[in-house]
């Protein structure tokens, strides 16, 4: 049960899922599964669409919501509460963007795939996200300053996104 509970759980999930995901798409039954991508779920005649559409629409929004509220909540009573504490995590997502991009226009430029380039991005983000769930929580409750009697921790995970990535109700 403490493994659940563990800031690296996220990340071990996140990483399990990524290699099945390589394993199945590079195996025989890959092509099975992208055909299922083409198979249309809904409501006939009120709204049809298929599973890769709701997996690319309802899914990342579901997540963008949960990265936008979290990044709020960091914001505004969390961590990153002024410039100062915001400036360092600032510059190292816009190099969590830019940075892929680059290293896939590296091998990419010139050819047709180069216009692939948002997938790397969106990626890093989802990886990004998952080590910042756990590390922004494992200091709150490890730190020094933190006691049975302070405002300043993290509850247990309560919820989960599409990615399994568990979220933490931080308090300051």
């Known amino acids: 049960m403490s493994l659940l509970r563990s800031a690296r759980f996220p990340a071990i999930m996140l990483l399990v899922a990524a290699a099945a995901g390589l394993i199945i798409a590079n195996s025989p039954i890959g092509h099975s599964v992208q055909e299922l991508q083409h198979t249309y779920v809904g409501i006939p005649g009120v709204f049809e669409l298929s599973v890769g559409h709701w997996?690319?629409?309802?899914?990342?929004?579901?997540?963008?919501?949960?990265?936008?509220?979290?990044?709020?909540?960091?914001?505004?009573?969390?961590?990153?509460?002024?410039?100062?504490?915001?400036?360092?995590p600032a510059i190292a997502a816009a190099g969590g963007v830019?940075?892929?991009?680059?290293?896939?226009?590296?091998?990419?430029?010139g050819t047709e795939s180069a216009d692939g380039w948002p997938i790397p991005t969106a990626t890093d983000i989802a990886f990004a996200l998952a080590r910042a769930c756990g590390s922004f929580c494992s200091r709150s409750r490890s730190s020094p300053t933190s006691s049975a009697s302070s405002s300043s921790r993290c509850s247990s995970p309560t919820a989960s996104t599409s990615l399994s990535l568990p979220l933490r109700q931080c308090s300051s």
Not at 98 to 109: H, K, M, N, S
Request: avoid cysteine; proline fraction near 2%; aromatic fraction near 16%.
């Open 55 to 88: 997996i690319a629409d309802g899914l990342l929004a579901l997540f963008f919501f949960v990265v936008a509220v979290e990044l709020q909540f960091e914001l505004t009573n969390g961590q990153l509460n002024s410039a100062r504490k915001a400036l360092q």
């Open 98 to 109: 830019i940075v892929p991009i680059a290293v896939y226009l590296a091998f990419a430029w």
